[in-house]
Every structure is written in structure tokens, then in C-alpha cells.
């Protein structure tokens, strides 16, 4: 099933899906998108990532601070961001910028959930052509 559905996916759905499956914060997708896409209204863009998110492929969350059990210092995704918010979120074109300072905590980030690896990977007994 996962071969057929990636199929079916515009260039720039993929590109979201890629960057949900590297954990990349939002601005990191512009780059892969559809080069129609690349320099469309945020709002546009938003819609795409939210029809994503509403399949339940897809979250959005803010970078947190992370330390790991060595006392290594990095970051992480927080908790989804609640859909309701999402909307005015994405619509806000500072969050589809690199962060000026380079401090991505707090930046929104795209994390694949569980239904979405069944789209991003073939599932047994697929091949890929």
C-alpha cells in the first residue's frame, strides 16, 4: 500500500514527508519542494502540510532542549503542537524562516508518526521498481 500512496503524492507532499521523516525544522522543507511551490504564499504551503497532518502522517512540534544520559547537550521535538493551533501557526511566515540567531529551540519541526512510515517505507512484500 505504501508504494501505491507515495505514488499518488505531489513532489512537494514527499518533500514534507522526507523532512517529517529527518525531523527537520519547517524551513528546511522550502528547498525540496515543487519548484512551483518554493515560492508560494505560506499560507499554501501550510495547507499541504496540514492535509498531511490530517491524514495522521505527519506532526508539527517545537524543537525542545535535550540532554542526553552523558550529559551531552542537544535538542529535540516536543510535544505535537495541538491542530487547532497549528492553522495560525504555519500561517505565520517568520516560522517558515531559519531562525536569524541560529537557535532552533522552539522552532517548529516535522516528526513522521507511525502511519506515516507506512507511506515513507515499502511494507513486506513490496519492491521497489
Not at 30 to 42: C, F, I, M, N
Amino acid at each position: 500500500m505504501s508504494k501505491q500512496e507515495w505514488d499518488a503524492l505531489t513532489e512537494s507532499e514527499r518533500a514534507f514527508l522526507i523532512n517529517s521523516y529527518e525531523i527537520d525544522i519547517l524551513p528546511g522543507v522550502r528547498g525540496d519542494l515543487e519548484e512551483a511551490d518554493q515560492s508560494a504564499p505560506v499560507g499554501e504551503l501550510a495547507q499541504i502540510l496540514l492535509g498531511l497532518v490530517d491524514r495522521g502522517w505527519i506532526e508539527v512540534c517545537r524543537v525542545t532542549p535535550w540532554t542526553s544520559p552523558t550529559g551531552r547537550e542537544g535538542f529535540r521535538p516536543g510535544a505535537p503542537v495541538p491542530r487547532d493551533l497549528l492553522q495560525g501557526l504555519l500561517r505565520d511566515a517568520a516560522n517558515w524562516e531559519y531562525p536569524e540567531d541560529g537557535d532552533w529551540i522552539g522552532a517548529l519541526t516535522l516528526v513522521e508518526t507511525a502511519e506515516g512510515q507506512k507511506i515513507t517505507r515499502l511494507q513486506p512484500g513490496e519492491t521497489a521498481e
